[in-house]
């Protein structure tokens, strides 16, 4: 995953909940530029910006305006709950490629399995550590397109 090295990188989270999405914005933040700047091999100062959406209508309204360079996504919403969020991103080949970390508090396999087949590329659920949160934006981030 390339990012300019004179933009910031950007992340979206999805999350009707407005303290985790506070929350994840703050870790996302604070993880971010580290694990970016490491894949990018640049030595910039770039920040990540985050962009937030209550409900999956709201994420697919701003991913269309913004490039995105992962999505961390709630399954649990109201007006448009993540699975649909998924069926419309991926419906749209340009926004289809754009990777997915669900964290949910879903852990059931079932749950896993139905996500896994729209492509995300990580599942994590809550409640979640600053680890398991680095681990899986720098395994995304590492395979992602370019």
């Keep these: ?17 407005p303290m985790m ?13 580290k694990v970016f700047e490491e894949i990018d091999g640049c030595e910039s100062a770039r920040c990540v ?15 269309r305006k ?3 360079s992962v999505i ?10 993540g699975v649909t969020f998924l069926e419309h991103k991926n419906a749209d080949p340009t926004l289809a490629d754009v990777p997915v970390i669900v ?14 087949e729209f492509g995300v590329k990580g599942y994590i659920t809550k409640p979640f550590t600053m680890k398991t949160l680095e681990t ?10 370019e």
């Excluded at 999405?21 to 530029?33: E, Q, S």
């Excluded at 964290?103 to 139905?114: D, M, N, P």
């Excluded at 899986?136 to 397109?145: D, I, Q, S, Y």
Aim: charged letters at 30%; one cysteine or more.
């Design 21 to 33: 999405r506070l929350m994840l914005a703050k870790f996302v933040k604070a993880l971010g530029r």
């Design 66 to 68: 913004n490039k995105v």
């Design 103 to 116: 964290c949910s508090a879903i852990g059931e396999v079932v749950t896993r399995e139905k996500v896994e």
């Design 49 to 63: 910006d985050i962009i937030e959406a209550s409900n999956g209508k709201v994420a697919l309204e701003k991913l």
């Design 1 to 17: 995953m390339v990012v300019e090295s004179n933009s910031n990188a950007k992340v979206m989270v999805v999350d009707d909940i």
């Design 72 to 81: 961390f996504l709630d399954l649990m919403m109201p007006e448009m709950d």
């Design 136 to 145: 899986k934006l720098r395994e995304t981030l590492t395979n992602a397109p």
